[in-house]
Protein backbone atom coordinates (compact mmCIF):
# COMPACT_ATOMS: atom_id res chain seq x y z
CA UNK A 1 0.00 0.00 0.00
CA UNK A 2 1.24 3.52 -1.07
CA UNK A 3 0.96 6.86 -0.69
CA UNK A 4 -2.01 8.38 -3.22
CA UNK A 5 -0.59 11.52 -3.56
CA UNK A 6 4.03 12.63 -3.24
CA UNK A 7 4.50 12.52 0.39
CA UNK A 8 6.40 16.02 1.98
CA UNK A 9 9.91 16.36 3.28
CA UNK A 10 9.66 16.65 6.82
CA UNK A 11 11.02 20.51 8.39
CA UNK A 12 13.75 20.29 10.35
CA UNK A 13 16.15 22.66 12.45
CA UNK A 14 19.75 22.37 11.98
CA UNK A 15 21.51 21.91 15.37
CA UNK A 16 24.23 24.39 16.05
CA UNK A 17 27.49 22.42 15.69
CA UNK A 18 26.98 19.69 14.18
CA UNK A 19 25.60 18.48 11.04
CA UNK A 20 22.24 16.67 12.51
CA UNK A 21 19.11 18.03 12.28
CA UNK A 22 16.28 18.54 14.64
CA UNK A 23 13.07 17.28 13.17
CA UNK A 24 9.91 19.65 13.58
CA UNK A 25 6.35 17.87 14.63
CA UNK A 26 4.28 20.83 16.10
CA UNK A 27 4.92 24.14 16.83
CA UNK A 28 2.89 25.86 19.94
CA UNK A 29 3.57 29.77 20.24
CA UNK A 30 2.69 31.42 23.76
CA UNK A 31 0.40 34.35 23.89
CA UNK A 32 1.34 37.69 25.63
CA UNK A 33 3.73 36.09 28.01
CA UNK A 34 5.62 39.00 28.87
CA UNK A 35 3.57 41.90 30.79
CA UNK A 36 5.31 44.76 28.94
CA UNK A 37 3.98 43.33 25.63
CA UNK A 38 0.62 42.38 27.16
CA UNK A 39 0.24 46.63 27.97
CA UNK A 40 1.23 47.29 24.58
CA UNK A 41 -1.38 45.27 22.94
CA UNK A 42 -3.96 46.70 25.39
CA UNK A 43 -4.50 43.66 28.08
CA UNK A 44 -4.21 43.48 31.39
CA UNK A 45 -0.65 41.57 32.26
CA UNK A 46 -2.00 40.18 35.43
CA UNK A 47 -0.41 36.33 35.55
CA UNK A 48 -3.50 34.42 34.35
CA UNK A 49 -2.96 30.93 33.06
CA UNK A 50 -1.30 30.95 29.34
CA UNK A 51 -3.16 30.70 26.12
CA UNK A 52 -1.42 28.86 23.18
CA UNK A 53 -2.27 28.90 19.47
CA UNK A 54 -0.58 27.13 16.92
CA UNK A 55 1.74 27.61 13.33
CA UNK A 56 2.50 24.74 10.74
CA UNK A 57 5.62 22.63 11.07
CA UNK A 58 6.26 23.94 7.49
CA UNK A 59 6.25 27.72 8.87
CA UNK A 60 9.66 26.88 9.56
CA UNK A 61 12.29 28.99 8.11
CA UNK A 62 15.79 28.05 8.68
CA UNK A 63 18.56 31.00 9.62
CA UNK A 64 21.25 29.44 9.54
CA UNK A 65 24.42 32.02 9.18
CA UNK A 66 23.91 35.21 11.18
CA UNK A 67 26.27 36.71 8.38
CA UNK A 68 24.40 35.75 5.18
CA UNK A 69 20.66 37.40 6.27
CA UNK A 70 18.11 34.70 5.22
CA UNK A 71 15.24 35.81 3.21
CA UNK A 72 11.86 36.12 4.52
CA UNK A 73 9.30 36.31 2.03
CA UNK A 74 6.63 39.09 2.48
CA UNK A 75 3.51 37.58 2.99
CA UNK A 76 -0.08 38.04 0.81
CA UNK A 77 -2.77 39.47 1.91
CA UNK A 78 -1.93 41.94 4.68
CA UNK A 79 -0.59 45.83 4.85
CA UNK A 80 1.06 45.04 8.58
CA UNK A 81 3.23 42.39 9.42
CA UNK A 82 4.63 42.80 12.71
CA UNK A 83 8.18 41.06 13.92
CA UNK A 84 7.97 38.87 17.63
CA UNK A 85 10.95 38.21 18.77
CA UNK A 86 10.86 34.93 21.13
CA UNK A 87 12.84 32.12 22.71
CA UNK A 88 12.16 28.90 21.15
CA UNK A 89 12.15 25.78 23.06
CA UNK A 90 12.63 22.42 21.71
CA UNK A 91 11.37 19.43 22.91
CA UNK A 92 13.47 15.81 22.83
CA UNK A 93 11.46 13.88 25.24
CA UNK A 94 7.50 13.58 25.20
CA UNK A 95 5.60 13.69 27.95
CA UNK A 96 1.49 14.19 29.10
CA UNK A 97 0.66 15.91 32.76
CA UNK A 98 4.60 16.78 32.70
CA UNK A 99 5.41 18.03 36.38
CA UNK A 100 6.82 21.71 36.41
CA UNK A 101 10.05 20.18 38.48
CA UNK A 102 10.17 17.44 35.87
CA UNK A 103 10.12 19.77 32.43
CA UNK A 104 13.34 20.69 32.15
CA UNK A 105 14.16 17.25 31.82
CA UNK A 106 12.38 17.19 28.24
CA UNK A 107 14.30 19.77 26.37
CA UNK A 108 16.19 19.03 24.06
CA UNK A 109 17.39 22.48 23.41
CA UNK A 110 16.98 26.19 22.66
CA UNK A 111 17.02 28.42 19.64
CA UNK A 112 16.02 32.15 18.99
CA UNK A 113 13.17 32.87 16.45
CA UNK A 114 10.51 34.52 14.94
CA UNK A 115 6.64 34.50 15.44
CA UNK A 116 5.67 37.03 12.14
CA UNK A 117 2.49 38.07 12.48
CA UNK A 118 -0.40 39.87 9.84
CA UNK A 119 -1.21 42.14 12.35
CA UNK A 120 -4.10 43.48 10.69
CA UNK A 121 -5.81 39.90 9.83
CA UNK A 122 -5.17 39.19 13.38
CA UNK A 123 -6.87 41.89 14.49
CA UNK A 124 -10.16 41.52 11.93
CA UNK A 125 -10.61 37.88 13.46
CA UNK A 126 -10.11 39.17 17.12
CA UNK A 127 -12.70 41.57 16.58
CA UNK A 128 -15.24 39.45 15.13
CA UNK A 129 -14.09 36.61 17.86
CA UNK A 130 -12.66 34.28 14.79
CA UNK A 131 -9.87 32.10 15.17
CA UNK A 132 -6.30 33.85 14.55
CA UNK A 133 -5.51 31.22 12.05
CA UNK A 134 -4.58 33.48 8.83
CA UNK A 135 -3.39 35.93 11.04
CA UNK A 136 -0.09 33.63 12.13
CA UNK A 137 -0.18 30.59 10.59
CA UNK A 138 1.04 31.40 7.24
CA UNK A 139 3.97 30.74 4.65
CA UNK A 140 7.08 31.38 6.10
CA UNK A 141 5.37 32.41 9.08
CA UNK A 142 8.19 30.76 12.09
CA UNK A 143 11.62 31.86 10.77
CA UNK A 144 14.00 29.96 13.55
CA UNK A 145 17.88 29.39 14.27
CA UNK A 146 20.07 26.81 14.95
CA UNK A 147 18.78 24.77 17.78
CA UNK A 148 21.81 24.51 20.50
CA UNK A 149 21.03 21.32 22.61
CA UNK A 150 20.47 21.93 26.56
CA UNK A 151 23.76 20.10 27.39
CA UNK A 152 25.68 22.84 25.62
CA UNK A 153 23.42 26.02 26.86
CA UNK A 154 22.09 24.77 30.00
CA UNK A 155 18.82 26.14 30.85
CA UNK A 156 17.88 29.33 30.08
CA UNK A 157 16.20 31.18 32.76
CA UNK A 158 17.43 35.04 32.34
CA UNK A 159 19.41 36.65 29.83
CA UNK A 160 19.26 39.19 26.59
CA UNK A 161 16.52 38.72 24.26
CA UNK A 162 16.85 41.13 21.44
CA UNK A 163 15.51 42.45 17.91
CA UNK A 164 17.05 44.81 15.94
CA UNK A 165 15.73 46.12 12.29
CA UNK A 166 18.26 47.72 9.66
CA UNK A 167 20.32 47.93 13.01
CA UNK A 168 17.95 50.00 15.25
CA UNK A 169 16.96 48.56 18.39
CA UNK A 170 13.12 47.59 18.49
CA UNK A 171 12.58 44.66 20.89
CA UNK A 172 14.99 44.26 24.06
CA UNK A 173 13.91 42.40 27.21
CA UNK A 174 14.98 39.41 29.52
CA UNK A 175 14.10 36.12 30.02
CA UNK A 176 13.56 36.54 33.26
CA UNK A 177 10.31 38.75 32.27
CA UNK A 178 8.42 35.96 31.08
CA UNK A 179 5.30 35.86 33.41
CA UNK A 180 4.90 31.88 32.69
CA UNK A 181 8.80 30.53 32.21
CA UNK A 182 9.86 27.78 30.30
CA UNK A 183 9.18 25.12 33.22
CA UNK A 184 6.19 26.13 33.75
CA UNK A 185 4.76 26.51 30.01
CA UNK A 186 5.90 23.20 29.62
CA UNK A 187 4.15 21.83 32.58
CA UNK A 188 0.75 23.88 31.65
CA UNK A 189 0.76 22.74 28.03
CA UNK A 190 0.92 18.90 28.62
CA UNK A 191 -1.90 19.11 30.75
CA UNK A 192 -3.70 20.27 27.21
CA UNK A 193 -2.23 18.07 24.56
CA UNK A 194 0.73 15.70 24.44
CA UNK A 195 3.87 16.91 23.68
CA UNK A 196 5.76 14.31 21.58
CA UNK A 197 9.37 14.69 20.82
CA UNK A 198 10.38 17.57 17.50
CA UNK A 199 8.13 20.01 18.71
CA UNK A 200 9.04 23.01 19.47
CA UNK A 201 7.71 25.87 21.69
CA UNK A 202 7.56 29.66 20.95
CA UNK A 203 7.71 30.90 24.18
CA UNK A 204 6.19 34.62 23.27
CA UNK A 205 7.86 37.91 22.66
CA UNK A 206 9.05 41.39 24.63
CA UNK A 207 7.44 44.67 24.02
CA UNK A 208 8.16 46.94 21.06
CA UNK A 209 6.40 44.67 18.40
CA UNK A 210 5.75 46.83 14.98
CA UNK A 211 5.72 46.41 11.64
CA UNK A 212 8.40 45.38 8.92
CA UNK A 213 8.04 46.14 5.34
CA UNK A 214 10.02 44.29 1.93
CA UNK A 215 13.63 45.37 2.22
CA UNK A 216 14.04 45.55 6.04
CA UNK A 217 17.06 43.65 7.56
CA UNK A 218 16.00 42.03 11.73
CA UNK A 219 18.67 40.89 13.38
CA UNK A 220 17.99 38.61 16.73
CA UNK A 221 19.99 37.79 19.70
CA UNK A 222 19.25 35.60 22.90
CA UNK A 223 22.22 35.29 25.28
CA UNK A 224 23.54 31.49 25.38
CA UNK A 225 21.88 30.70 22.44
CA UNK A 226 23.08 33.03 19.76
CA UNK A 227 22.20 35.56 16.56
CA UNK A 228 20.35 35.46 13.65
CA UNK A 229 19.83 37.86 10.78
CA UNK A 230 16.82 37.90 7.66
CA UNK A 231 15.35 39.75 5.28
CA UNK A 232 12.25 40.52 4.04
CA UNK A 233 11.93 40.21 0.08
Not at 113 to 142: C, E, N, V, Y
Request: with cysteine; glycine share 12%.
Amino acid sequence: MGYVIPIWSVTSVPVAGSSDTFPVRRIYCVGRNYAAHAREMGFDPDREPPFFFTKPADAIVVMSDPAKPTNVAYPPATKNLHHEMELVVAIGIGGADIKVEDALGHVFGYAAGLDMTRRDLQFAARDKGRPWDMGKGFDQSAPCGPIVPASESGHLSKGLIELKVNGAAKQKANLNELIWNVQETISYLSGLVRLEAGDLIYTGTPEGVGPVVKGDTLEGEIEGVGKFACKIV
